[in-house]
T-cell receptor, first 115, second 114 residues
Framework: EPEVTQTPSHQVTQMGQEVILRCVPI?????FYWYRQILGQKVEFLVS????????KSEIFDDQFSVERPDGSNFTLKIRSTKLEDSAMYFC?????????????FGDGTRLSIL | DAKTTQPNSMESNEEEPVHLPCNHSTISGTDYIHWYRQLPSQGPEYVIH???SNVNNRMASLAIAEDRKSSTLILHRATLRDAAVYYC???????????????FGKGTKLSVKP
């Protein structure tokens, strides 16, 4: 069964540094998402992306965050200047169709640790 | 999005059925009921969804109350692999507008005893 893959599985970065988290969504999917989960807390929506532009974003997704689909397969989340509170699991998800009943398929996440 | 209420935790014995409840008293007529689960150290995983009628798939069954103010996810024979946090999420069906981001609550943590 097709999967969403995320790399790396664990990223350790110094505070203030830039970090790029990478995702390869399922190949024929059209809608892409990033979520994060701080240890012990709820999964939180960050941003949705469709047709090469951001569709929705949460309050968490401030100017330090950006997303890009640089080619036909990758979907990236960049944090420009990381803060300690950015430490979390980051999940990428994709969905096939604009029909909202279609399920989202999640990757297994990247654990981001900010030192 | 309408709010859902789930118990914080439940326990089950292996190979027994599990009924996971969800209350959604403010559900609107166009809200679908979705269930996802999150196994330890993994991303959320789609389980099942429905609107009004009960639904079955290879993973589970979804029983929806006639007034749609509550629903129950049924695992027919729990296995150790079913130990996870189960999330009940309402999504308004529609074309355009919101692009379908999911709003997760705290869910129900299911423990399965051998």
């Amino acid at each position: 069964e097709p999967e969403v893959t995320q790399t790396p599985s664990h990223q350790v970065t110094q505070m203030g540094q830039e970090v790029i988290l990478r995702c390869v969504p399922i190949s024929n999917h059209l809608y892409f998402y990033w979520y994060r989960q701080i240890l012990g807390q709820k999964v939180e929506f960050l941003v949705s992306f469709y047709n090469n532009e951001i569709s929705e974003k949460s309050e968490i997704f401030d100017d330090q965050f950006s997303v890009e689909r640089p080619d036909g397969s990758n979907f990236t989340l960049k944090i420009r200047s990381t803060k300690l509170e950015d430490s979390a699991m980051y999940f990428c998800a994709s969905r096939w169709d604009r029909v909202l009943t279609q399920p989202q398929h999640f990757g297994d996440g990247t654990r981001l640790s900010i030192l | 999005d309408a709010k859902t209420t789930q118990p914080n935790s439940m326990e089950s014995n292996e190979e027994e059925p599990v009924h996971l409840p969800c209350n959604h008293s403010t559900i609107s007529g166009t809200d679908y009921i979705h269930w996802y689960r999150q196994l330890p150290s993994q991303g959320p995983e789609y389980v099942i969804h429905g609107l009004t009628s009960n639904v079955n798939n290879r993973m589970a069954s979804l029983a929806i109350a006639e007034d749609r103010k509550s629903s129950t996810l049924i695992l027919h024979r729990a296995t150790l692999r079913d130990a996870a946090v189960y999330y009940c999420i309402l999504r308004d069906v529609g074309y355009g507008g919101s692009q379908g981001n999911l709003i997760f609550g705290k869910g129900t943590k299911l423990s399965v005893k051998p």
